[in-house]
Every structure is written in C-alpha cells, then in structure tokens.
C-alpha cells in the first residue's frame, strides 16, 4: 500500500476593476488577499488493483485531486494511462485498436463497443459517448499499472455509464490495474464496487471510506 499526501492551497487575489469593486461594496465582500485551502495534507492510502471513486460537487475539487496522484504515481515509477490524453486518428474504429482483428474487438467489446456498424466508421462519425468508450478501449489496450478518467461517463447516458462502469472495474480487478475515476455522478457505487470512495466537499472538507 502506498500513502500519497496531497497539500492544495490557493492565494486568492482579486483584481480590482470598477465592476469588481461595486459588487465587493454590495455585498460586503473584504477584497483582501485570502488563501483557500482545498486538501490540507490529506492522506490518501491506495493499494495497486483498487478501485477508486472520487466524487463530489462541481469545483469541490474532484480534478486536483486526480491530477496530484497522477502526479505522484507516475513519479514513484507507476505507470498512468490517462483516458483524458488518448488521441484519436482518422482510421476506422477497428484499425485504432489492438494488434490484430481478434484484439480489436476484444478491447472494444470491454469498453462496451461490439456493434459493426461502429467498428466500420471514423472516430468522427461517432456520438461523443462512442468516442469515451473508444479511448475506453485504447486505455484498456495499453500496459500500464493505474487507469484514470475524468469526468467519467459524463458523456453517458446513465444506462450506458453503468454498464461501462461495471465492465471496467471488473476488467482492471482481473488485470490487477487501479481504476481511479472523478464524476459529480454518485450513481455508479454498485457497479464499481470501490474499495474506496472519496467524496470532496467545499473547502477542505472531505470524506473517505474504505471498502470491508
Ligand atoms: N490555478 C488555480 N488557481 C486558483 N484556484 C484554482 C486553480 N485551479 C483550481 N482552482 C480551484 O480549485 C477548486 C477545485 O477545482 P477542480 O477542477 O479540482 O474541481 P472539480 O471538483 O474537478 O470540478 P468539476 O466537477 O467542475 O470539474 C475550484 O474551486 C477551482 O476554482
């Protein structure tokens, strides 16, 4: 098990235009330089091949908190593949996957694309949710020891976000991969089975829960 510790903290300084400085005198808001604090030295324990769920509000602080143990990870050696980073070229679905024809489908039946119609048509033809399950695919494919998303499945429709959730987790527990995934979505707990879940509030506030 590894301990990451993760310290954010902004200085807030406002620039003080006319509009800025009226609406500071409507509301009583003191303009003077703050810090605020999103992680105060939290610790956070990940065991390679759990799966992690972030959760919480819009700009509670989800996205920082993924960044810094992407960071951290990739620096003690791990391996990251990052779905966020996955490009896409202009070939067929089924060209942009896997060794072979076998591979290609393999990876893409596990990220929730079994359909010929897809396989056959460029990335640029595809829905948006297409496209997430097709960099779902090119994650999945590469050798690395943790997976990460992003506002995952937000571009799911929930039916489809829990399948691929259920998919996923299954695929990177069997593979001994970490799955660490941030939504705003708190739907996806019966799927993912996390061995734990984060859930971010405002300021530095936050929650985590470790699996039985
Ligand atoms: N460089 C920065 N300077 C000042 N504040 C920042 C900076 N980067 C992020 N923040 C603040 O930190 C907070 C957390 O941001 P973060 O992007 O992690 O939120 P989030 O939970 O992922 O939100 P969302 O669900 O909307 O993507 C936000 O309030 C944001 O304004």
């Given amino acids: 098990m590894t ?14 235009t006319p509009r800025v400085l009226e609406v500071a005198e409507s ?7 703050k810090e ?15 799966v992690v769920y972030i959760t919480g509000q819009s700009g509670s602080g989800k996205s920082l908190l993924l960044r810094d143990l992407k960071e951290q990870m990739t620096r003690s050696g791990l391996r990251v593949a990052d779905l966020n980073e996955i490009e896409l070229d202009g070939r067929p679905v089924i060209e942009q996957v896997g060794k072979n024809m076998q591979e290609a489908t393999h990876y893409l039946a596990l990220a929730g694309i079994s359909d010929a119609w897809i396989y056959i048509r460029k990335p640029s033809e595809l829905s948006d949710g297409q496209r997430y399950r097709l960099k779902l695919a090119k994650v999945i494919e590469q050798d690395a020891d943790v997976w990460v998303a992003d506002e995952f499945g937000a571009v799911l429709d929930r039916v489809t976000a829990k399948a691929v959730a259920f998919n996923l987790q299954k695929t990177s527990r069997r593979m001994g991969k970490t799955l660490m995934v941030a939504t705003t979505h708190t739907d996806l707990v019966e799927e993912l089975g996390p061995s734990l879940t984060i859930t971010k509030r405002f300021k530095e506030r936050v929650e985590l829960e470790h699996a039985a």
């Fill in 3 to 16: 301990v990451y510790t993760i310290d954010r903290r902004f200085k807030t300084s406002v620039e003080r």
């Fill in 36 to 50: 605020f604090v999103i992680y105060d030295n939290l610790d956070v324990e990940i065991r390679q091949g759990d």
């Fill in 27 to 33: 509301f009583g808001l003191g303009l003077s330089d």
